[in-house]
């Protein structure tokens, strides 16, 4: 019999696949399900960036590569951060397969076992079990009274963090709900990051879908350089989640540190994906632009869609996804949303956010609409 590790004992799977998974037999069973359940755009990756990774493939980039990325790669990601107010260099980025495991070397590197380390709530579901796996003690600011946004919640920020708090998790577009945080609220951030001396993760990897506000990377705020990690991938903004591509932009002794987690663990991100993610990153503005802008159509028709059956929901600024207020016992509300209603959706209560589930709009309007008229037609609503 094993004898598993505590770590691993710390942790449940995570709750977004569970629920994608019960659409899935579902389906197999031959019921159509609206499946809003996962974080996944459902767009082709652009054609362009495809050709670039054959051409690659074709080219023979086919082996290992230096294990923080390829330098033209790097030097792409720094020139793109340089041009969001980060003053970055190559030699800072480690390119990680997935903007997931940048984060898990950055808090594998940063969290000893009983650090105190702060999230935002609803907080995206990892970031518990990464925190959980390096041993670190969890402490939490309830976003859910103040519409999700952070500035009216910085007080209660301020009351949290002390001179013991280790690290601090921003994500801004936010999963799951949306919001994207104001400069007040991210300079409310580094005066607390500067007086307790804590560093922060800034998980920007929604950074390119806003919709019309503007995206402000904490980095650039002065006194952030030396305490921010700044983290990204290709999946959201590039529909690229299967070709695991992310990054992670740190102070270079944080690097030098993750970088031995880097090449202990996955040895590199994969070599053809690295040449194709620079021209994702260098020439794919117009199918970005596209993008947003679908997402955007469906924000407004979902958000008139409910304020029409009196659900009461914030209008999300960044990401595609929505939280909608359902019943107290959200978890009983999602199951029944899938077997009956045949709509999946994620309970709030899995990011922290109970009495919500998550929506995620990367789906038709058609599909989107037919949700929302299974929901309210099953008296859900
Ligand atoms: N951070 C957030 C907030 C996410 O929602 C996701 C994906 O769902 C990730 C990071 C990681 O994405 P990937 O590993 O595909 O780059």
């Known amino acids: 019999e094993f004898d598993f590790s505590d770590r691993v004992g710390r942790v449940e799977p995570s709750a977004t696949l569970a629920i994608s998974n019960l659409a899935g037999e579902l389906e197999a069973d031959g019921v159509d399900v609206v499946d809003l359940s996962v974080g996944e755009p459902d767009f082709p990756t652009p054609e362009n960036v495809i050709r ?3 051409a690659a493939m074709d080219a023979g980039h086919t082996g290992y590569t230096s294990s923080n990325g390829i330098t033209e790669l790097r030097e792409a990601i720094a020139e793109k951060l340089r041009g969001d107010g980060i003053d970055a260099e190559a030699g800072e980025i480690i390119v990680t397969p997935g903007g997931k495991q940048a984060l898990f070397e950055t808090i594998q590197t940063v969290v000893d076992d009983g650090d105190e380390v702060v999230l935002l709530d609803p907080a995206w579901v990892s970031y518990e079990a990464m925190v959980k796996l390096a041993g670190g003690d ?17 007080d209660e920020l301020a009351d949290t963090v002390s001179d013991d708090t280790e690290l601090l998790v921003v994500n801004s577009p936010s999963n799951p709900t949306g919001a994207v945080y104001s400069d007040a609220a991210l300079e409310g951030v580094r005066d607390l990051a500067v007086d307790h001396d804590f560093a922060v993760i800034s998980d920007e990897i929604y950074e390119q879908i806003t919709y019309g506000v503007e995206h402000t990377s904490l980095a650039t705020f002065e006194g952030m350089e030396d305490r921010t990690i700044t983290i990204n991938g290709f999946s ?10 992310g990054y992670l932009h740190a102070p270079e002794a944080l690097i030098s540190e993750a970088g031995k987690l880097h090449s202990h663990s996955v040895s590199c991100a994969v070599n053809f994906v690295q040449h194709a993610g620079v021209e994702a990153i260098t020439n794919t503005d117009s199918a970005v632009e596209e993008m947003v802008d679908a997402f955007e159509e ?63 709009y990367a789906a038709s309007k058609e599909r989107l609409q037919e949700a929302v008229e299974r929901l309210d037609d099953g008296g859900m609503l």
């Open 52 to 54: 670039a990774g054959q």
């Open 236 to 245: 959201k903004a590039y529909s690229m989640t299967g070709w695991r591509l």
């Open 138 to 154: 969890l402490s939490r600011v309830d976003l859910s009274p103040h519409e999700f946004q952070l500035e009216p919640a910085l």
């Open 298 to 360: 469906r924000r407004d028709m979902l958000v008139e869609m409910f304020d029409e059956r009196g659900v009461d929901v914030s209008t999300p600024d960044g990401a595609f996804y929505m939280m909608i207020p359902v019943a107290d016992d959200d978890q009983q509300w999602c199951e029944e949303a899938i077997q009956e209603a045949h709509v999946a959706t994620v309970p709030g209560s899995a990011f922290g956010a109970p009495g919500y589930a998550r929506i995620s």
